[in-house]
């Protein structure tokens, strides 16, 4: 497996400069002992240039933001554009995410920010993820429409070069033991792949990267990486704490040892 990714979402964290440019400081240490594993780490909008710059340039960290207009430039009040991202040496953008969903932004939107990314070349982190789940199954429908519509109008050939991050909202900011079970995740990663294989050809899916997140912590990180069939993880409360994100890369880094025994 290659292209293992723990994509940090610091969401409105830290509130200080200083203590933003630290906290990278401080994961940049603890990700170069684990150099199978690509961190990137998305910081709120404003700290994107110090974050930037204290992580230099080493192989296995990156660049991301939280969110991405669709517009390069214009009359967009409060937007970021991905020209100023692409300046600061941004290569990722998560799009989609469920607290933006939540405030309204609709699956056309997200299609038109995919699809501004890839044409600046900044890899798209696209969230989905139902909000419950449903006896009858309603809920995989939900994600079937979401990965529809996020694919809308996207060449065959740039759907390798998207990423989906499997984020059930029900999951999302509580405990490891909260969070999906391995099996579990195994299930819907396989769900997805298949929802994209029909859209295009099983080639096309079976080379398509999907993350999950919700609660991935230290504790779960491993088990979830080492039976959930995903390509890494998309992290929240435990990306701003660094010895709780090297607990994940760690376990990272060991489940992926024992897969790779298996093969
Ligand atoms: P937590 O890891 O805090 O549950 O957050 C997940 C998330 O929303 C990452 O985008």
């Given at each position: 497996m290659t292209n293992i990714l723990a994509v940090g979402n610091w969401k409105m964290n830290p509130v200080k400069k200083k203590d933003a440019e630290n906290l990278a400081k401080d994961i940049k240490k603890v990700a170069q002992k684990y150099k199978k594993v690509t961190a990137v780490l998305c910081p709120p909008a404003p700290y994107a240039d110090v974050v930037g710059g204290a992580l230099g340039r080493v192989k296995n960290l990156a660049l991301g933001a939280q969110d991405m207009s669709w517009?390069?430039?214009?009359?967009?009040?409060g937007h970021v554009s991905p020209l100023m991202l692409k300046d600061l040496g941004a290569t990722y953008a998560i799009i989609g995410h469920s607290e933006l969903r939540e405030l309204g932004e609709t699956d056309e939107v997200i299609n038109k920010k995919i699809r501004t990314a890839l044409l600046y070349g900044i890899t798209p982190i696209v969230c989905i993820g139902e909000r419950e789940r449903d006896e009858n199954g309603f809920y995989l429908g939900v994600i079937h429409k979401q990965i529809e519509s996020a694919l809308q109008g996207v060449l065959k050939k740039d759907f390798s070069s998207i990423i989906f991050a499997y984020e059930p909202i029900w999951a999302i900011g509580k405990s490891a033991r909260d969070a999906m079970t391995p099996h579990d995740l195994y299930e819907m990663s396989l769900y997805i792949k298949k929802t994209i294989a029909g859209l295009s050809s099983k080639t096309i899916a079976m080379n398509m990267r999907v993350l999950y997140g919700g609660s991935v912590e230290g504790e779960n990180a491993g088990a979830l990486f080492e039976g959930g069939d995903v390509n890494g993880f998309l992290i929240g409360?435990?990306?701003?704490v660094p010895s709780e994100f090297e607990s994940v890369l760690e376990n990272m880094t060991a489940a992926l040892k024992r897969l790779e025994k298996k093969e």
């Open positions: 517009q390069e430039k214009g009359s967009r009040t409360h435990a990306s701003i």
